[in-house]
């Protein structure tokens, strides 16, 4: 199994995001004041590469992981625990109680990752989160080409959508 350890703050919502929607979203029905494009590029990483995803942000401890599963369309399978220590020692425990991990790559604005979990982390600025070139070493740690596949949809070419600036 591949898994991809997901952080939210910083990587779905960004300093770019607050103020482009006007704030950070707070809960998980709060979906258009995340990140839709960086949303879409780890979707997209998880089809390319049949990763599941586990969460190790600070969100699993006040929301389910199988409901932020269903609010990202990403297949979240389990979360950390709550222990104490970095980040990098929960998703080592995690990794440590399994056998069946062919690769796994880390998403996180925080640093405080283990001396050899670091070819697995893609660090990301708070300010800007997922970036193109994160989904680049994503699909590079994970076993993928950044160009295959297909997003999920692409409806918008259809047209006959707009907009609706109307709250202005
Ligand atoms: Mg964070």
Avoid at 86 to 107: F, T
Wanted: hydrophobic residues 40%.
């Amino acid at each position: 199994m591949k898994v991809l350890f997901l952080d939210i703050d910083g990587v779905l919502n960004s300093t770019r995001t607050c103020v482009a929607f006007g704030g950070f979203p707070m809960q998980l029905d709060h979906i258009a004041a995340f990140d839709q494009v960086a949303i879409r590029l780890l979707q997209r990483v998880c089809d390319n590469t049949g990763a599941k995803v586990v969460l190790s942000s600070a969100w699993r401890l006040h929301c389910n992981f199988a409901d932020a599963g269903r609010a990202f369309g990403l297949p979240i399978i389990d979360r950390t625990d709550n222990g104490m220590g970095p980040r990098g020692s929960q998703i080592q425990r995690w990794l440590d109680a399994r056998d069946d991990i062919e690769a796994y790559a880390i998403i996180d604005d925080d640093s405080d990752m283990l001396p050899q979990q670091l070819a697995s982390f893609v660090k990301t600025n708070a300010e800007d989160g997922v970036t193109w070139s994160s989904f680049k070493a994503l699909c590079r740690i994970l076993g993928a080409d950044p160009y295959e596949g297909q997003p999920r949809n692409r409806n918008w070419q259809q047209g006959g959508q707009q907009l609706d600036w109307s709250d202005q």
